[in-house]
């Protein structure tokens, strides 16, 4: 049996990533041959990944990386989730979650797919996720991804790791991309012109007023005329240009974009694990599941 010393194991780990126990234990099993270490660990970790990859990731973060030159702007947003809050914070995942938005950024892949298949320090980036999952014990997944490549101004808004905007805008002054962002965050609004709101959204939101206005008794032309008041606050609700803007809530966003000689063009808007379901654990009927399990 092969000696295994500490350079080995270190030597393992510089190539791997992977936890030093595991190297050492790889090492061991494979009689001190490097090479066939490596092979096993790299089994193991797959392993690891693929074990965790039915388990929801409905944490996790909002990543972006603006490079700005000129004529030739390029902005990624992207969102990377886990299992837990405590690995959200972890250096290993945040480093990773960063170079994947920076890749984003600089290759302009056509899907989480195509991202994940992307050359990522001499592996794929699906490579360096299944090795980061075997490194850290939870699940890793990029869910989602936006890229703006464009002549005119980005900005960017991160609100702690959670909360993630990316805005094209036009503007002499730079705070107002800014401004644009964090209003974004706040107010969430879904589209920047009520003319852009999905027809099917608003469909639904008058099926719901007309069914209210209904039960109040009155004539039916007093109805309508509530159903369409009620879509019109609607619209000004979830477009960024009827919005109250946050720095000053007495003048609308279009009213400040106007005074600014600013416009928007578009804009993204990402919140961790939206639109994901949690799951919800009931420890107590664990525990009871057991003791009866246990009883029998």
Known sequence: MAAITAGMVKALREKTD????????????????LVAAEELLRVKLGSKASKAASRVTAEGIVVSHVRSGGLDNVGALVEINC???FVAKNDDFLAFAARVAELVAASDPAGVE?????????????????ALVGKIGEN????????????????????????GVLVEYDAADEQVGRDIAMHVAA???????????????IEAERKVFTAQAAESGKPADIVAKMVEGRVAKYLA??????????????????????????????????????????RTDDFAAEVAAQVAAATK
């Open 187 to 201: 107010s969430k609004p879904i589209t920047v012109s009520k003319d852009e709101v999905p027809a099917d959204k």
């Open 114 to 130: 195509a991202l994940s298949s992307l050359p990522l320090d001499g592996k794929t980036v699906d490579e360096v996720r299944a």
């Open 18 to 33: 992977a936890p030093m126990m595991e190297c050492k234990k790889a090492l061991t099993e494979a009689d001190g041959d």
């Open 83 to 85: 299992e837990t809050d």
């Open 140 to 163: 890793v997944a990029i869910r989602r991804f936006v890229r703006y490549e464009t002549s005119h101004k980005l900005a960017s808004y991160l609100h702690g790791a959670r909360i």
């Open 237 to 278: 609700e979830v477009a960024l240009m009827g919005q109250p803007f946050v720095k000053n809530p007495d003048e609308t966003v279009e009213k400040m974009l106007k005074a600014k000689n600013a416009r928007v063009m578009r804009f993204a808007l990402y919140v961790v694990g939206e639109g994901i379901e949690k």
